[in-house]
């Protein structure tokens, strides 16, 4: 049977689609926290398919992201729905991949097919593979960036600072910035009270070990952060062991510990 990998960040919206390519007699891959296929990618779909309807530019970022890497770079990419505007803009970029809407998405599975000459974005690639730390974290000329619970070597994680720009352990108020290393799930989630108070005054990074070391991942992360009124809406790797996400204040009312 044919195996679709399907990357969407909202579970039960991608339940929906799921149902549809499953009724379509396709085979379906899915975990909420997308980071997993990156972790096991060990054999590869006959297709993926990102839906676009939310977080654009992660789906941007992780097409190419799959197109850069030699085993799953043949693999068919099928885009459903989006902002028309920002699907152009993918377009451009990756001009042979299937972009359809979900009324044409059987369709449109049953061409897909593998691709021989696939288009890899080496321009792209070269330009978020060249951006510092400090760079993909927002960290701009004399930022204040409070660091919370910070490892040893976490100036080495981060790497060279703009101009004027300096370190507050602990998180100093007037911070525009803050990273917050976590390394411990209880307490992580026993600082989420907290943090959510730093989060509706400062943008707010959660940074963790790539791998689930820890006991812990970004669908956990995100799962418990958003059960405290906070909402995710940006990710980065600043360097090979750490990653993260950007965290804001959700605008909704009955959001636990407000």
Same mark, same amino acid.
Request: aromatic share 10%.
């Given at each position: 049977?044919?195996?679709?990998?399907?990357?969407?960040?909202?579970?039960?919206?991608?339940?929906?689609?799921?149902?549809?390519?499953?009724?379509?007699?396709?085979?379906?891959?899915?975990?909420?926290?997308?980071?997993?296929?990156?972790?096991?990618?060990?054999?590869?779909?006959?297709?993926?398919?990102?839906?676009?309807?939310?977080?654009?530019?992660?789906?941007?970022?992780?097409?190419?992201?799959?197109?850069?890497?030699?085993?799953?770079?043949?693999?068919?990419?099928?885009?459903?729905?989006g902002d028309p505007e920002k699907v152009e803009g993918i377009?451009?970029?990756?001009? %042979?991949?299937?972009?359809?809407? /979900?009324?044409?998405?059987?369709?449109? &599975?049953?061409?897909? +097919?593998?691709? =021989?000459?696939?288009?890899v974005p080496a321009q792209m690639m070269e330009r978020y593979?060249?951006?510092?730390?400090?760079?993909k974290l927002g960290i701009g000329y004399e930022a204040r960036?409070?660091?919370?619970?910070?490892?040893?070597?976490?100036?080495?994680?981060?790497?060279?600072?703009?101009?004027?720009?300096?370190?507050?352990?602990?998180?100093?108020?007037?911070?525009?910035?803050?990273?917050?290393?976590?390394?411990?799930?209880?307490?992580?989630?026993?600082?989420?009270?907290?943090?959510?108070?730093?989060?509706?005054?400062?943008?707010?990074?959660?940074?963790?070990?790539?791998?689930?070391?820890?006991?812990? %991942?970004?669908?956990?992360?995100? /799962?418990?952060?958003?059960?405290?009124? &906070?909402?995710?809406? +940006?990710?980065? =790797?600043?360097?090979?062991?750490?990653?993260?996400?950007?965290?804001?204040?959700?605008?909704?009312?009955?959001?636990?510990?407000?």
């Amino acid at each position: 049977m044919t195996r679709v990998r399907v990357f969407h960040w909202k579970a039960q919206e991608a339940e929906a689609l799921i149902s549809e390519i499953k009724a379509a007699g396709y085979r379906v891959d899915y975990e909420e926290d997308f980071g997993s296929y990156w972790r096991e990618r060990k054999s590869q779909p006959d297709i993926f398919v990102i839906d676009l309807t939310r977080r654009p530019s992660h789906g941007r970022e992780v097409a190419i992201a799959l197109r850069g890497y030699k085993l799953s770079r043949g693999v068919p990419i099928v885009f459903v729905d989006g902002d028309p505007e920002k699907v152009e803009g993918i377009r451009k970029i990756l001009s %042979d991949a299937v972009y359809t809407s /979900r009324g044409k998405l059987a369709a449109s &599975l049953r061409r897909a +097919k593998p691709v =021989s000459n696939p288009i890899v974005p080496a321009q792209m690639m070269e330009r978020y593979a060249g951006r510092t730390a400090a760079q993909k974290l927002g960290i701009g000329y004399e930022a204040r960036v409070g660091i919370m619970d910070p490892p040893a070597d976490y100036d080495r994680v981060i790497g060279v600072l703009p101009e004027g720009a300096s370190f507050e352990e602990g998180g100093a108020e007037g911070c525009k910035i803050t990273l917050w290393f976590v390394q411990d799930y209880a307490a992580f989630e026993a600082a989420l009270p907290k943090m959510r108070f730093m989060a509706a005054r400062s943008r707010l990074w959660i940074l963790w070990r790539k791998g689930k070391r820890d006991g812990l %991942d970004g669908n956990m992360i995100r /799962r418990a952060a958003a059960e405290f009124g &906070l909402v995710d809406y +940006k990710i980065c =790797s600043p360097n090979e062991t750490w990653t993260g996400m950007a965290f804001a204040v959700k605008k909704a009312k009955g959001a636990r510990g407000i």
